[in-house]
T-cell receptor, first 116, second 114 residues
Framework: EDKVVQSPLSLVVHEGDTVTLNCSYEVTNFRSLLWYKQEKKAPTFLFMLTSSGIEKKSGRLSSILDKKELSSILNITATQTGDSAIYLCAVEGEWAGGTSYGKLTFGQGTILTVHP | DAGVIQSPRHEVTEMGQEVTLRCKPISGHDYLFWYRQTMMRGLELLIYFNNNVPIDDSGMPEDRFSAKMPNASFSTLKIQPSEPRDSAVYFC????????????FGDGTRLSIL
C-alpha cells in the first residue's frame, strides 16, 4: 500500500524565519509528487515534481524531489503570517486498475503557524 | 475561471437521514474525484470518475455511500442512511489529464451527523 509521511506534524515560527517541511514516500511506480497548501477551505496547488522536473520555485517557496531518497522538501523563506496553513504532500502512483491516471495518496500534513 | 463548486457548504442532519453532496467540476476537466478529510485519517480518496464513468470506488467505505456523475458538469455523493462517524469534510476535485495537470479542489462540504 502506498504511504506518505510528513514531518514535522506541526511547526511554530516567527515572521522572517525560514522553514523546511519534509515528505517521504513509498509508492508503486512513482509518477509525481505534489504539494498543496490548505487554509480554511480547499487545498490549493503549489507544485508538482516529476522525474523530469525535480526542483520548482515560486517566490519564497521552493521544493526539491530526491528520487533516490524517496523524499521531498518544501522550503519557505522569509515567512509571513499569511503562510500559516496546513501543507499537504501527495504522491501519485500507479492505480491498481492499471488506468492511465495515478492514484494520489496524501500525507497527514504539516500545520505551520507563523507568529508576527 | 470558476473553480470547482460544491454545495452545500455546511450540512447538519440527524443520524439515519439521507445526505446528498453536490459538485460542479471545472469546465473541460475529464476527471472528477471525491475525497473525505478527517483529523484521524487525513485526506482519503473515495471514488473517481473519468469522462463521467466511475473508474475506482475502492475507497468508498461501505454500501451506504454511492456516487453518480450523470453528465460532465455535475456529480453527487450520497450517504443513506447517515451515521455520526460519517461526519467529516467532503471535497470534490477535478483535473484534466493532459500534460501532468494537478487536481483542483472545491471548498468542501462540512458534514455533521448528530
Amino acid at each position: 500500500e502506498d504511504k506518505v509521511v510528513q514531518s514535522p506534524l506541526s511547526l511554530v515560527v516567527h515572521e522572517g524565519d525560514t522553514v523546511t517541511l519534509n515528505c517521504s514516500y513509498e509508492v508503486t511506480n512513482f509518477r509525481s509528487l505534489l504539494w498543496y497548501k490548505q487554509e480554511k477551505k480547499a487545498p490549493t496547488f503549489l507544485f508538482m515534481l516529476t522525474s523530469s522536473g525535480i526542483e520548482k520555485k515560486s517566490g519564497r517557496l521552493s521544493s526539491i524531489l530526491d528520487k533516490k531518497e524517496l523524499s521531498s522538501i518544501l522550503n519557505i523563506t522569509a515567512t509571513q503570517t499569511g503562510d500559516s496553513a496546513i501543507y499537504l504532500c501527495a504522491v501519485e502512483g500507479e492505480w491498481a486498475g492499471g488506468t492511465s491516471y495515478g492514484k494520489l495518496t496524501f500525507g497527514q500534513g504539516t500545520i505551520l503557524t507563523v507568529h508576527p | 475561471d470558476a473553480g470547482v463548486i460544491q454545495s452545500p457548504r455546511h450540512e447538519v442532519t440527524e443520524m439515519g437521514q439521507e445526505v446528498t453532496l453536490r459538485c460542479k467540476p471545472i469546465s473541460g476537466h475529464d476527471y472528477l474525484f471525491w475525497y473525505r478529510q478527517t483529523m484521524m485519517r487525513g485526506l482519503e480518496l473515495l471514488i473517481y470518475f473519468n469522462n463521467n464513468v466511475p473508474i475506482d470506488d475502492s475507497g468508498m467505505p461501505e454500501d451506504r455511500f454511492s456516487a453518480k456523475m450523470p453528465n460532465a458538469s455535475f456529480s453527487t455523493l450520497k450517504i443513506q442512511p447517515s451515521e455520526p462517524r460519517d461526519s467529516a469534510v467532503y471535497f470534490c476535485a477535478s483535473s484534466f489529464r493532459g500534460l501532468n495537470q494537478p487536481q483542483h479542489f472545491g471548498d468542501g462540504t462540512r458534514l455533521s451527523i448528530l
